[in-house]
């Protein structure tokens, strides 16, 4: 019942190599090493240096290792910059989708959890979303991951594929003091970043109409994520029906300048933010229910803001 994980060496891909480690699902790891860090793969985990857009390559490897399902997470994850590389964007998320989807229908491959992303959604207007909001991507790293859901729907309609798309927002934290968010675009590191260098964090608007004038955005830690993934492929193996796409978030989320009072508490350092003008764009509140996947996938917020910034400032390497 072995599960390959692509982007296994990813900072999500390796905390769900884990996941299925400590469940006792034996579990391979693919990923070309564009982003990942191979010594997040642990050495009695089957690694394959290899681009999900090399059929023939990922065809092999299902089976050499007999593998049952799935879980798709390598592809190009920075939305800002996707703006700038649509062509390059497109080619990983979707014909990088494509291929894979391919070698697992060449090699008799049935099940997919597949990574999709909030950025779905665009700026929905609504003040908690659900799996039925209207999705309205606003960038190409948006579109490809609802595009990849697409394709798994088309798929699964062709050949019987079983399958469920996991739609999340900001994931954060560490469940291992190796594993570490490496993104260059992301809050927490950024931030934790800026507290261990001196410098002082920046809020980008402290106008909005939130409780204390700093955007709300929905923040869930990696493991708990890591965890629901399993669950999903532990679902589809055993032919439980799920839902085609499932929302992984907090219901209540999380304001800026609370995470900026919680990096102060955590690290010890004393800070008062910078405050600089809004960025364009930058909705006051995004939000989700996980409620769905509370029922089906063992969703729940099991740590709370600050164990997901002490465990990323524990693991942020200095």
């Known amino acids: 019942m ?52 090399d059929t023939a390559g990922v065809e092999a490897l299902l089976r050499e290792h007999g593998v049952r399902g799935v879980v798709h997470l390598a592809g190009f994850k920075y939305a800002g910059v996707s703006v700038e590389r649509p062509l390059h964007t ?31 959604f665009g700026t929905p207007d609504v003040d908690l979303v659900t799996e039925t909001t209207p999705t309205s991507p606003e960038s190409p790293y948006g579109e490809s991951k609802l595009i990849g859901e697409w394709l798994l729907a088309d798929q699964a309609r062709a050949t019987g594929l079983r399958h469920t798309s996991l739609r999340y927002f900001n994931v954060v934290g560490s469940g291992s003091p190796h594993l570490y968010d490496s993104s260059p675009h992301n809050l927490f590191p950024l931030v934790l970043k800026a507290v261990a260098e001196g410098r002082t964090p920046r809020i980008y608007g402290d106008d909005y109409a939130t409780p204390d004038g700093t955007c709300v955005r929905d923040y869930v830690h990696v493991a708990d994520l890591a965890t629901s993934h399993v669950a999903a492929a532990r679902a589809l193996t055993q032919g439980r029906p799920l839902e085609p796409v499932y929302n992984l978030g907090s219901g209540e989320g999380v304001s800026v300048r609370q995470i900026m009072d919680a990096v102060a508490r955590v690290t010890g350092v004393d800070f008062e933010p910078e405050v600089a003008p809004r960025r364009p764009g930058d909705p006051a509140r995004i939000v989700a229910t996980g409620e769905l996947a509370a029922r089906d996938l063992d969703w729940r917020m099991r740590h709370t803001l600050d164990d997901m910034v002490r465990s990323a400032w524990e693991s942020a390497p200095r």
Request: glycine fraction near 10%; aromatic fraction near 8%; hydrophobic fraction near 45%.
């Open 2 to 53: 072995t599960w390959l994980v692509t982007g296994g060496a990813g900072y999500i891909g390796s905390h769900v190599v884990a996941a299925f480690t400590e469940a006792g699902t034996p579990v391979v790891a693919l990923d070309s090493l564009a982003s990942g860090h191979r010594e997040f793969v642990p050495d009695d985990v089957p690694f394959a240096d290899l681009d999900v857009l």
């Open 90 to 120: 497109y080619e990983q998320n979707v014909t990088g989708t494509a291929h894979l989807l391919q070698a697992m229908a060449s090699a008799g491959v049935g099940d997919i959890v597949f990574s999709s992303s909030a950025a779905t």
